[in-house]
């Protein structure tokens, strides 16, 4: 037998040997995939149903439960659902739950006994087999107020799973035996070539040695693509949708449990002194309070924030801290008090009269003043000392918020140059052009790379603060990994859509939205068969407001049929009213209001209310449920929450989310009706078709913007920070580059925007 037989025989063994253990571990990396994804639907399809179950959940049989349970058998791979007592009793199913699996076999799964407390009962999932093949049970328990009712079982389809198997299998023999001959006609050309050196140098690469320079590269390749497949399978993980739990665990795993300080202006909490003496509790209408919030009850910490309540001294101990949420503590509040030249200069001034237009194109002359940068520099000042004060290690993460604290990362790092600094900006970032007009740029911009990282809502804001810096600053820009050097320190800018929580808390609070339909309706004195528009905003100038007003006004013009009949209601939270665009603003939207009304109304119908007055998050919810089309009209926005809360709100499925196309949201929910709110006639015109669309297309739709923003939470948002910020500081750590020094070695290729 030649040489060459041997040397191809040898190759086809080794790499048939290696088929075989690659089949063996595909099938069980598939069956796993397929169960978490089937165990995560489970949850995902009875969160929405979980209020109303418990409700009506009597301990015996009844009719409507049984439509709930049809109700929440809708998903397409979701074959039946069925309702067992905390005895293991059968109290209702749908219509085509198989027998051979009743609530006995599967009781003790769920609870150890009858009288288990809730803290005992767990859930279940597991493949089992029926008469007609395969499915995939989970057994999930209904708990109400700590007392555990019963537990919901429900069949998804498994046979798919062994058809995707056995057509990834035949992919795998395939490409392997093409792999095989190839690799068997590669050894026999190479054995017979005189390539001697080149091999020696390989062997000694595999190694670890890197005697030629040319293979460094190579090297820096295979680093890079073990770190992304080893952070996209930390994403994905084996826990399905990412919850406050599954972040905690990550946090604890990643960080050693160490606590997070974010600084932000708004706080989470505010405490007014109301008109009898009484101290109420408010929560801001505030999209970075609407993200941070969630995140800070799974991470702990502290939350470093202006104390702008009137009650708020009255609440803190002497080291101006508070533990909160009230009910269940979980992080502290560290309030910061301003005096009113402070705030005056710092955050209506320099912040909201200057930044805010500046990047946001809104046709707002931006006025940018000497005393008020004078005060933002000192703000800044104030609150950085008071992060480092709150840290509890030297290499500490600070996660800074935002357009009013641009300085506060280099005076963060002049005080701890270990910390690792995470900055996001939670606004949109101005092209270069737009920049120049700010007299500070340059101390903005430098205060901004003293972040470890520096994030936006979409890498068209990453591009335009790359371009800012190329323009105003001596600094090195690497594109290819995303990074800017400046006097030897890198920061890494990177697109982090932000989201909300999920299952939303506001949502679930709140009853069914045929329930709030009926309270909503009575509320605002509307027939039975009218129709709702829903827009919630605070009363700025870039939300789009008087846009909104216009576009319902056209409605009615072009749309006669619904004049009597639509109603738009909006939920305008007063905000900056001291400056005077936004006095303006909201006397110009009271016109604008009143002037549709006359025109389109009557004694009993007026087709526009204007609420303008802060509402609480229960009570938006509610509006939300109620309504059969949300319209989001913001002229120029980094994400915009709004849109994804009222798609939180919907478990129904019903609803139109009609979209300004200048959101970031807009980029991630493509299934909305997104509208160029200055164009009158298609705002109009997309409001006449969300009001017509059968409701099969309306859960087509809501169920798809349902799914990605479930997948793509708050949480999920929070770990790809914080496992970035991980990755950073442990590759610091193992290079020793505390000392502020330029490396030599090229960052780690980023992983992309996680969107569609």
Same mark, same amino acid.
């Given at each position: ?42 949850e995902l ?6 209020e109303q ?7 015996t ?17 979701l ?8 005895d ?6 749908t219509s ?32 089992v ?10 057994a ?5 107020e ?42 026999v ?42 952070a ?35 706080e ?32 702990s910490g ?10 708020d ?16 503590p ?34 707002t ?12 520099r ?23 918020q ?15 140059p ?8 939670? #606004?949109? /970032? %101005? @092209?270069?052009?737009? *920049?120049?007009?700010? +007299?500070?740029? &340059?101390?903005?911009? $430098? ?30 820009l690497?594109?290819?990994f995303?990074?800017?050097?400046f ?12 989201? #909300?929580? /999920? %299952? @939303?808390?506001?949502? *679930?609070?709140?009853p +069914?939205?045929? &329930?709030?339909?009926? $309270? ?38 072009r ?25 303006a603003?909201?006397?110009?939207v ?8 006359e ?11 204007l609420?303008r ?12 449920k109620?309504?059969h ?15 994804k ?23 991630e ?6 509208v ?22 309306q ?56 969107t569609?």
């Amino acid at each position: 037998m030649s040489r060459a037989l041997r040397v191809t025989i040898g190759v086809l063994a080794g790499l048939g040997l290696l088929v075989l253990a690659s089949s063996y571990f595909v099938s069980e990396t598939l069956n796993d995939w397929f169960e978490r994804d089937l165990s995560g639907r489970a949850e995902l399809a009875l969160a929405g149903a979980r209020e109303q179950l418990a409700a009506d959940w009597s301990g015996t049989s009844s009719t409507r439960m049984t439509a709930l349970l049809t109700a929440v058998a809708h998903d397409e791979r979701l074959l039946a659902v069925a309702a067992c007592g905390k005895d293991g009793s059968l109290l209702a199913t749908t219509s085509d739950w198989p027998m051979e699996v009743p609530c006995t076999s599967v009781s003790r799964r769920v609870r150890p006994v009858t009288d288990a407390p809730a803290s005992e009962w767990t859930r279940w999932h597991s493949v089992v087999e029926i008469e007609g093949g395969p499915v995939h049970l989970s057994a999930l328990p209904l708990i109400d107020e700590g007392k555990p009712l019963g537990f919901v079982m429900l069949l998804h389809d498994f046979g798919f799973a062994e058809r995707r198997e056995s057509q990834i299998q035949r992919l795998l023999v395939g490409t392997f035996a093409m792999l095989a001959l190839a690799a068997s006609v590669l050894t026999v050309v190479i054995r017979r070539a005189s390539w001697r050196g080149w091999t020696s140098e390989l062997r000694r690469v595999l190694h670890g040695g890197l005697q030629k320079p040319e293979f460094q590269p190579l090297m820096s390749d295979v680093r890079d693509l073990i770190d992304r497949i080893s952070a996209e399978r930390e994403l994905e993980g084996s826990g399905g949708v990412w919850t406050p739990e599954r972040l905690k665990e990550s946090l604890r795993h990643r960080l050693f449990g160490e606590r997070v300080v974010v600084v932000a202006n708004r706080e989470p909490y505010i405490h007014v002194r109301g008109e009898n003496g009484t101290i109420e509790l408010l929560h801001p209408a505030s999209g970075l309070v609407t993200a941070l919030e969630p995140v800070m009850r799974a991470c702990s910490g502290v939350w470093v924030a202006h104390g702008a309540g009137s009650a708020d001294r009255d609440m803190v101990d002497s080291k101006d801290r508070l533990a909160v949420p009230p009910d269940a503590p979980a992080y502290q509040l560290r309030r910061i008090w301003l005096t009113p030249e402070e705030e005056q200069g710092y955050y209506y001034g320099l912040a909201n009269e200057g930044l805010w237009p500046l990047c946001h194109i809104a046709h707002t002359r931006p006025i940018f003043r000497t005393s008020d940068w004078e005060q933002y520099r000192a703000v800044n000042e104030r609150f950085a000392q008071a992060a480092c004060e709150e840290v509890d290690s030297e290499d500490a993460i600070v996660l800074v918020q935002d357009y009013h604290f641009a300085l506060v990362p280099k005076l963060i790092r002049e005080r701890l140059p270990r910390a690792t600094i995470l900055t996001f900006w939670h #606004i949109p /970032w %101005p @092209n270069s052009e737009q *920049l120049a007009i700010c +007299p500070w740029t &340059e101390e903005i911009l $430098e205060g901004l790379l003293g972040s470890s990282i520096l994030g936006f809502h979409t890498q068209f804001h990453c591009n335009n603060f790359f371009d800012s810096v190329d323009r105003h600053l001596e600094a090195r820009l690497d594109r290819e990994f995303h990074a800017v050097v400046f006097r030897g320190a890198r920061t890494q800018v990177r697109p982090y859509p932000i989201s #909300i929580d /999920w %299952p @939303n808390r506001w949502a *679930l609070s709140a009853p +069914p939205a045929a &329930e709030c339909r009926r $309270e909503i309706f009575a509320e605002l004195n509307l027939r039975d068969d009218a129709l709702l528009g829903v827009g919630v905003d605070r009363l700025d100038y870039t939300k789009g407001i008087e846009e909104r007003m216009l576009a319902v006004e056209r409605l009615l013009e072009r749309f006669p049929e619904y004049r009597g009949r639509f109603t738009f209601v909006q939920l305008a939270a007063p905000s900056r009213s001291v400056i005077p665009q936004y006095r303006a603003l909201g006397d110009r939207v009271e016109a604008l209001v009143a002037r549709i009304n006359e025109r389109f109304g009557t004694n009993s119908y007026r087709p526009v209310i204007l609420r303008r007055s802060h509402h609480e998050p229960p009570r938006v919810f509610r509006f939300l449920k109620a309504a059969h089309l949300t319209y989001v009209s913001s002229l120029h926005d980094g994400m915009n929450l709004v849109a994804k809360e009222f798609v939180a709100a919907r478990e129904d499925e019903q609803g139109v989310l009609v979209l300004s196309s200048f959101t970031g949201a807009a980029r991630e929910l493509p299934e909305s009706l997104i509208v160029n709110p200055y164009d009158l006639d298609e705002a109009s015109g997309a409001l006449a078709a969300a009001l017509t669309m059968p409701a099969a297309e309306q859960r087509l739709r809501m169920r798809a913007m349902r799914s990605f923003v479930a997948e793509f939470n708050v949480y999920r948002w929070a770990a790809r920070m914080l496992r970035d910020a991980e990755r950073l500081r442990r590759r610091e750590r193992m290079a020793g580059r505390f000392d502020g020094s330029e490396d030599t070695q090229p960052e780690m290729a980023f992983i992309g925007t996680e969107t569609r």
